[in-house]
């Protein structure tokens, strides 16, 4: 009885599938596009050959292959998601271009986006990639057994409805008229063929299973005793004579190997086991960079990513700091000395952000913040009548010590707040620190029971986001750190949010952004900036080194910046060799500062 | 002070133990340096003599820059007050501490970045961390810390332990019972877990770190106490007590107590090593006291993380533990020779 059920409602899907398709016609006077399709990835690089086995590490195993729920391994979530093609992507400047869909069209409601489906399109086991697929994925996610809950609540929230036209042709639906729909209607498909139906036991089932993909790579041999994953690069895959994709995904294997610590890792690069490693820790890098190795074929690079920089520094709490007047908070701006931070831990290389949208192009408005000063704090202090000072040389005003608590989680924020501290003295404002540790400080930055927090947000990929960090509905969800309740922002965050014309949004976006840094409640950090990594010279990159600002020019798979990387089997031999080595120059130095912007 | 033929003749033969002896006058002298640390190693000026009057800025309140014609009024920067008199050959003199440098506060060279080598000519005798705080100042701010750490938690480790155990040995019965299950029970419990996740529950602090660990340590001594109190209550001297009339809290802590006194004795440096090898440890972890705290576990895990960057750090902590450990077990030693029962009791 249940089989008979079950397989009632399947043929039910796939009935309503035909139906619609028979149904279904597609409107007239669609504008199809192909966006940025025509644009090589990376024009310098002439000819390169596709071979080699890079390898890169990770500081644990993967306990499993499935990409969602708490257990997924996050470096290895990107490799297979990155492989996992959506109709399109868009490259860090702004241009759209295809994956797996040929083109599209936006209908008349600007709601729904039509795509062609490219006919060339395969899964890794062979089968075509139709238009089943996505229609199949949209049920998935909605189905109560998808393993995350957050995809799946955005997904009912969003999605109105997919659409079926024929084998290549489909339509996304939102309920609402919504900016960046492109973006939002860029559905990922299931393999039909292969998952068949997500039922509960979905996540017993796929833990370790390869599912197929659409990607350049897909994983070929997983040793969990020798701690490695290797992805292998597709003989025959459908996109490689694709203009955009010619020179990509070089490395004919990809393997990344689980080693426990960065000092193993070290060895292991040494040892030639591993292709590049990324130094984060500036010491260490002009430490290491010293090894002789680096004369006998070993490279340094220095990137910076020119990607919009992430928002972090100090957050006053409005709430529990409401105290504070205008000249204080001012004063208080005036103590913080981000410059020392700079000169003690970031060797002058890093740089003080310019407010929280930092590098969004169009969308950032560049304030003066206010910079280390401690005549214009005294002043600022004084005129608040904070006059006299203590015996410790903290200012005092009715028996009251000027004292700021700040919370902090990383220790890498530890060490920029001791310089602080140890500054702020200088004007007569004492910082307490206190150490928090991570599942109870987002707990505490839900229910605010904090005075500042020194934390931040990751970069947004395109234009600033400001619900999340200005918005009072931010307040509950603990990620307006300010917690800021200004129902002047909220209605223009809201209107922000809903406006269509990109007019507007940009002109809405700079007035946001001047109305709460004119609050007063946030103080800008330094952002690092640049990326470090050493690598075996065999291992070219082009010049520059990443054709669009990117993370980084090591990325593996991603479809707009990834594996731009080759093999030179001719310098590695050279090396190899003392009597031709003489002819190559002894270091290889790159500091590549293409997508700096000061 | 007129102390008693037999500790006369213990401490005679204490001294007789040379390598304890040593190691109790060196220990002393360092806990004697590191209490007057102050003065040896401060960014603050011993003694300044300026326009006539004499400035004692170690002990106090901040003496801000304006003062001694600086044109800030925050505290005085006596490296620079000490450059200037010297540049502008001005009246007075500033007497610099031996170790310019205090344990919080970080040190940038315009050429260079820190984690800095040893070197005379800054005096950073033992290099810089890797935020160019002077290495030396945080090993003995970080040693008086411990100490002070070690010495309460034996106090209140010793006196609750005492006491419960000199209770159970003296009371015996139903008392005695409960408590051996109790404390049998208690001491199975993995104490260092425990402090791990209380401290991340609650913010770590000095009392609370004190507070966990005599929570966990009082059980040490109880069984010792107890076994010893048995023995001494039926001895003639504790009847005799009984019989002129002392009431229990007199019996116990005026008569057993003091002739339990050796093994007491012997077992403190014992737990002053226990103490501070604790509070690294859970410092080292990231669970000891709060930043920035001066601490040898802290110094010890940076030291770890820059191994290859800054290998003075790791070696000067090391050095440094290794040196106070060894002379605490050394004294240890020679303690427990001299209060050694054996030497003066004749078995007939």
């Not at chain 1, 669609?30 to 500081?59: H, T, Y």
């Not at chain 1, 709601?111 to 399109?121: F, H, K, M, S």
């Not at chain 1, 969800?477 to 922002?489: A, Y």
């Amino acid at each position: 009885m249940i089989l008979w059920s079950n397989l009632l409602i399947w043929v039910g899907l796939t009935g309503f599938c035909t139906i619609q398709a028979q149904t279904q016609k597609l409107p007239d006077n669609l504008l199809w596009s192909s966006g940025a399709a025509g644009i090589s990835n990376s024009q310098q690089i002439k000819k390169v050959s596709k071979e080699g086995i890079f390898v890169d590490s990770w500081l644990s195993f993967p306990r499993t292959l499935l990409t969602l729920g708490p257990a997924a391994h996050p470096k290895l979530k990107k490799a297979i998601r990155d492989n996992q093609w959506a109709l399109t992507s868009r490259d860090n400047v702004g241009g759209v271009f295809p994956l797996l869909a040929s083109q599209w069209a936006t209908g008349l409601d600007k709601r729904t986006v039509y795509y062609r489906i490219d006919p060339l399109a395969r899964w890794s086991d062979g089968h075509k990639v139709s238009a089943k697929d996505f229609y199949f994925s949209w049920q998935s996610i909605k189905s109560k057994h998808w393993p995350d809950p957050w995809q799946r609540q955005w997904s009912l929230e969003h999605i109105e409805q997919v659409k079926i036209y024929d084998q290549n042709t489909i339509s996304v639906t939102m309920r609402h008229m919504t900016a960046n729909l492109l973006q939002r209607t860029n559905l990922t498909p299931l393999p039909s063929h292969f998952i068949k139906k997500v039922d509960p036991s979905y996540v017993k089932k796929y833990n370790w299973k390869i599912i197929p993909n659409t990607g350049p790579y897909q994983i070929n041999e997983i040793s969990k005793d020798r701690g490695f994953i290797s992805f292998k690069r597709k003989n025959n895959w459908w996109a490689k004579n694709r203009l955009r994709h010619q020179h990509q995904f070089n490395a004919e294997i990809v393997r990344f190997v689980a080693l426990p610590d960065e000092e193993v890792i070290w060895e292991a690069f040494k040892r030639k086991k591993l292709s590049i490693i990324k130094l984060k820790d500036l010491t260490l890098f002009n430490k290491r960079t010293r090894d002789p190795l680096f004369k006998n074929g070993g490279g340094t690079l220095e990137y910076w990513s020119g990607l919009p920089a992430p928002c972090y520094g100090i957050w006053i709490n409005s709430e529990k700091a409401s105290w504070l007047s205008k000249n204080l908070k001012e004063g208080i701006s005036h103590s913080f000395n981000f410059q020392r931070v700079n000169l003690g831990l970031l060797q002058n290389k890093g740089k003080r952000l310019k407010g929280c949208f930092d590098g969004y192009g169009p969308w950032s408005i560049y304030r003066q913040f206010p910079k280390f000063d401690e005549k214009t704090a005294q002043k600022l202090f004084m005129e608040a009548g904070w006059r006299t000072r203590n015996g410790e040389g903290i200012r005092i005003s009715n028996q009251r010590a000027l004292t700021l608590k700040i919370m902090f989680g990383d220790e890498l924020d530890y060490n920029q707040l001791l310089i602080l501290q140890q500054e702020a003295k200088k004007t007569g404002l004492k910082i307490e620190l206190e150490q928090v540790k991570s599942e109870k400080f987002l707990e505490r930055l839900k229910t605010g029971d904090y005075e500042a927090v020194f934390a931040g947000f990751a970069p947004w990929q395109t234009n600033p986001q400001f619900q999340l960090i200005w918005h009072s509905k931010g307040i509950g969800q603990g990620t307006n750190f300010s917690r800021i309740n200004n129902q002047e922002l909220d209605r223009m965050i809201n209107q922000y949010d809903a406006e269509l014309s990109y007019q507007v949004r940009l002109k809405l976006a700079h007035n946001i952004q001047n109305k709460a840094y004119d609050l007063g409640w946030f103080i800008p950090g330094l952002h690092g900036g640049w990326q470090r990594s050493v690598f075996w010279r065999w291992w070219r990159l082009p010049v520059p080194s990443a054709p669009r600002p990117s993370p980084t020019p090591w990325d593996h798979f991603h479809p707009s910046y990834g594996g731009l990387f080759w093999y030179d089997s001719k310098l590695e031999r050279a090396m190899g060799n003392p009597r031709e080595k003489a002819g190559i120059s002894p270091r290889e130095k790159i500091v590549d500062k293409t997508w700096y912007r000061d | 002070m007129k102390l008693n033929p037999t500790t006369l003749k213990r401490l005679k033969q204490f001294r007789s133990i040379k390598r304890g002896y040593y190691s109790f006058v060196l220990f002393m002298i360092c806990l004697l340096l590191a209490a007057l640390a102050e003065l040896w190693i401060n960014s603050r000026a011993i003694v300044v003599k300026y326009e006539g009057h004499y400035y004692f800025p170690t002990y106090g309140a901040v003496i801000p820059g304006t003062t001694f014609g600086f044109d800030y009024d925050y505290e005085t920067v006596y490296r620079d007050l000490q450059k200037r008199m010297a540049e502008q050959n001005e009246d007075g003199f500033v007497l610099m501490p031996l170790v310019p440098y205090n344990a919080l506060e970080n040190d940038f060279k315009e050429d260079s970045y820190p984690p800095a080598a040893p070197s005379l000519e800054s005096k950073h005798f033992l290099g810089t961390d890797k935020t160019g705080r002077d290495v030396l100042a945080r090993v003995v701010y970080g040693f008086r810390i411990a100490i002070i750490f070690s010495l309460i938690l034996l106090f209140f480790n010793y006196a609750i332990g005492m006491t419960v155990g000199s209770m159970m040995g003296f009371f015996g019965g139903k008392f005695d019972i409960i408590m051996q299950r109790l404390i049998e029970i208690w001491t199975n419990v993995p104490f260092l877990y425990v402090i791990i996740i209380l401290v991340s529950i609650f913010d770590a602090t000095f009392a609370l770190l004190i507070t966990i660990m005599v929570f966990f340590g009082w059980t040490g001594l109880t069984f010792y106490m107890r076994t010893t109190v048995l023995q001494e209550k039926v001895k003639e001297y504790a009847l005799a007590a009984r019989v002129i009339g002392a009431g229990t809290f007199r019996t116990i802590f005026h008569h057993i107590l003091p002739n339990t006194i050796s093994l007491i004795v012997t077992f403190i440096p014992f737990s002053v090593t226990g103490g501070i090898t604790s509070l690294t440890s859970l410092d080292y972890l990231g669970f000891g006291l709060p930043p920035p705290t001066p601490s040898w576990g802290e110094l010890m895990s940076q030291g770890m993380e820059q191994l290859e960057v800054a290998s003075w750090i790791i070696i000067s902590v090391v050095s440094g533990m290794v040196a106070i450990l060894v002379m605490i077990t050394f004294i240890g030693e020679g303690i427990r020779e001299a209060f050694d029962p054996k030497k003066y009791t004749t078995y007939e």
